[in-house]
């Protein structure tokens, strides 16, 4: 399969099949891609930050690491990381983001907005969109604070990151649209099934 | 309103109207309280880590702070906290939870069957049951690593936090059943609504 070009500030929705392999590339650089999961078979069962960091006793996911479901089963495993950096903290921006952080009167919709969108079809809303997979989100965390700082991302242009579907899965994915993730710059993500 | 007990590794549920308060106590130090919330008039709207940490640029929440939910509305309001240290990046306990980190072969339900059962009358089951702010759980944060470990709890006998309800909310709240959490030891919750 050739890349799938997600536009700047937009998002996609695909089924991956178990064993099949997702690529999300970077093409530029210091751009965040938002992901989220969920079983095929029964969209209750979704990407759970909360799981996945307690069986990891780590903020940060890298090669080898599991992703799992709010029912503690396997989803996602990464396979390679050129990047080693990515959030798992944050919900996906919003026009409530865009309101509170940026103080922007006209906000736009964010990839919580563009999730949703690509989602329908699937009959997932707002509501049920998690804390995403923020691949290429580089928080900074103060461990004595507690402080959080969204930083530039550290991808470069061409970087990539690779995951294994350990079962059916519904996928939502952005080129996220929040200007302090992006170094200010918004950007494409490129992404492969294979 | 005098103290209520919720006994040792049990939970349970009760609904808490806008401009009430509500004091969680540890009557015996060391003891972790896993909270949930939702929307009383709409229980797709529930209390999200992901949109409260983002607008508070900080893990550690405390007196001051406002909790949202997932329609980025101010759910609970921290008015008091004697401790200080709570945890929001955690999933309840479960009993996956005590099989995958603990090893245990018949594993306790934890704080997620605990919640589950308490929550069931108003239809809320395990999968809709999002991250918790677990009420006095310490968890040590490595800002380098990104390694979690869980420490005992900072409260000592007889500490309070203090939550104003910004709206009607549907609450579930537990006496955790997690070894670590706890420095092994299971204790009584006592909390109050006024």
Redesign the interface.
Known sequence: MTAQVIPPRSGTAFVLQRGQRLTVIDPEGEQVSDMVAFALEDQ??AI????T????????LTAGDPLYS???RVMLQIERDDVGRHDF???PC?A??FR??YGHDRPHRGCLGNLAEALAPWGIG???I??AFNIFMHV??????????VLPPKSRAGDRIVFRAETDLLIGLTACSAEQSNNFAFKPIHYRID
């Not at 759970?48 to 799981?51: H, K, M, T």
């Open positions: 209750d069962e759970s930050s909360g799981r960091l307690d069986y990891a006793s780590r903020l940060f709010n029912r503690s903290l944050l919900t919003s409530d983001t509170i952080i707002e509501d049920r998690p804390v900074d965390i103060d461990g004595t604070s507690g402080a959080l700082k």
